[in-house]
């Protein structure tokens, strides 16, 4: 039973009202830069719209699905009361409040930095301190997943972790440790700047730092979906999880090596030298085995269902599937678009590949089809699955549901294929206009118009999933009962201590970044004579 | 099929499920190799070295002084040295000869840009404080475009520079005198 709707409700709330503001100005994004949109007179707004876009799909809403969810997942999993309420409600004001801060200098073009920050770029300085209030907020969260568990240990010793908590906090304490990176080059050298006590940067240094945080922010980002799979679809669908101890082993994979792997992020990047570009690249490779071992465990698990439901054959059963389920509809999609943008990632972390699409339109294809699709698309579906549980009321229109899911799925194709595609023919990112009647990027022209239809058709889509939530709010009462996780083949009596705790991992991630990182980041804070003069962005 | 069913097969899916995961850690290891194969073998690898230079000197000495920008004729090929700058390169427009090896040197005067040339490998990012040096050979004759691939303030998207490829020997008749090259006066 969950005690604490009120909390959850209002980060959910929360995150889907800044995803729609997000995704609009995304959409208007998309439109001005193609063809069918005029030429800005202004650049400048676009910078603004894409850093605002940026911030908060990056930093704000996917943090606060999290934190959400998380304290669901704690007090159902463990069935407990959240302990630590007030300070829960703490974090989400220091986020509301970061993310006003944040939001006013951006909105006034006196911050338009994007979300990466692009030091020796410097904005004012209450976009660098809204950021890291946001931060600041979530960590809240991980201290009190971290605290949540701890109590229910000391009331169940020896008992295995219920999954879903587990996944929860291990997710909470890669997020407290990959934020480490950006938070040091906000504090150490963007803020200082900013605020003018020092007057130059070194950008290499900075880079660096970003990229700490900049990959394993996207396992942040996966959490939430892959506790999803794991825990929500099965039971959704009525089958069970193929295997309890697979789905630990590949929680603890992305927490270690999510982490150490972000400088395949700087391959083109002349302050990183090729031994640590190889090593970093080697470990990203590492970091696709959880997400195979994920698509085999769910896809197994899937089959158990429609067996369950009388599927037969070597791919008969694939039939027997409740394909008017949403959650079906939403796992199918979000695989489809795991496995396109996963296939694109490969190309991405490649040693040799990378140089091809780095930079290009190909990297926004990217990680929208695999954020923005595989991601957000379960986000949908944990919030359609949790809503009765936190209002009280039942989402009627399965229908309407079905075809969000469909429009989300049918839009983020359109968008980001032809993207991927003019990426190859070397079409630069964050640019505000392109010049069509140029006979070089002529071709591309086509491309980028189909891409802005699809920005429109997510527009839409986005905005039925925030309609569909809002009706839920009024539908007639229900009895949802507790929210319940999915039960596996063989549900866990005993777990080995090491999967069981998270201490030897989270050990083993801090040590993997220091190797990783620890040299490049000391041989670039000792070099001498290539810091740059900070550029102040906004000042007249 | 109930779930006590499979309660026996418990042997049967530990297996499949150790199979896949073996073939998924080859698939990975093998990725990894052919990935330090063709680094060591045949060199195609990101800039390996790290070079530095002082941003805050780089107009009054040293390589990237403006009378030593354009490309050059040496021993070894072709030798290009460009700068980046809001919002632009200079070169503005770089000329290189057809079918040779040439090395681009390139760093950035202010905030951090990109050089990536369409139709081509050639990519890279240009971060103050730090020289990024990229091979390079043009099999064909013609202009490419040069767009700046990374955002550097509100007039990025103005950020265009251009790569005219010509005949080898126009080109050595006109590098003969040593003189650093680019497309003014083509």
Partial sequence: MLANRKLILAHFWLAFAVFGV????????????????????????????????????????PTLVAMGFGYAISESALEQRLVGVRWAWAGFWLIVAGSVMAVIPVALGRASVLYTFYPPLIGSPFYYIGVVLVVVGSWIWVALMSINLRVWRKAHPGAPVPLAMFANVAGSYLWAWTAVGAALELLLQIIPVAVGLKATIDAGLARV??????????????????????????????????????????????????????????????????????????????????????????????????????????????????????????????????????????????YQLDTSIHNTQWITGHFHLIFGGAIVIMYFAIAYDLWPHLTGRELIDVRMIRIQLWLWFAGMIVTTFPWHWVGILGMPRRMAYFDFADSAIAPQALSVTFSAIGGFILLISGLLFLLILARGMRSPATEAGPYRFSLAVHQP???????????????????????????????????????????????? | MSAEDTHGSAGVAARVERRWATIAVIIIVVMALLAAFAGIHRATMPQPRVETTDPSRIHLSGEFVEANLGSVLEANGVTVRAIGQQYSFTPACILVPVDTPITLRATSADVVHGILIQGTNVNTMLVPGYISEQLMRFARIG??????????????EGMWGKVRVIDKADFAARAKDGGRLSCVGQ
């Fill in chain 1, 209 to 350: 730092f970003f990229s700490w945080t900049l990959h394993a922010i996207v396992y942040f980002w996966l959490m939430p979906t892959y506790i999803a799979y794991y825990t929500i679809v099965p039971r959704a669908i009525g089958g069970r999880v193929y295997s309890d101890t697979m789905a630990r082993i590949s929680f603890i994979l992305f927490l270690v090596v999510a982490m150490p792997i972000g400088m395949h992020h700087t391959f083109a990047d002349p302050q990183v030298g090729a031994g640590f570009k190889f090593i970093h690249s080697a470990f990203t490779a590492l970091v696709a085995l959880p997400t195979l071992l994920t698509v085999f465990t769910i896809c197994a698990s899937v089959e158990i269902a429609a067996r369950l439901r009388g599927g037969r054959g070597m791919f008969g059963w694939i039939g027997a599937l409740p394909w008017d389920n949403p959650m079906m509809l939403a796992l199918a999609f979000s695989f489809v678009m795991l496995g396109f943008g996963g296939a694109g990632g490969l190309i991405n972390m490649s």
């Fill in chain 2, 143 to 156: 202009d490419y475009l040069m767009p700046c691939q990374e955002f550097c303030s509100f007039g990025h």
């Fill in chain 1, 493 to 540: 009596v005993t777990v080995p201590l090491a999967l069981n705790t998270h201490a030897l991992w989270v050990t083993l991630m801090i040590a993997l970044t220091v190797t990783n990182y620890g040299y490049p980041i000391l041989t670039l804070a000792l070099s001498q004579g290539t810091s740059v003069p900070a550029v102040y962005v906004g000042a007249q």
């Fill in chain 1, 22 to 61: 997000a995704l609009t100005l995304g959409a208007w994004q998309m439109f001005i830069r193609s063809p069918i949109g005029t030429w800005l007179s202004n650049p400048e707004l676009y910078y603004r719209s894409l850093t605002a876009h940026g911030t908060v799909m990056g930093y704000v809403f």
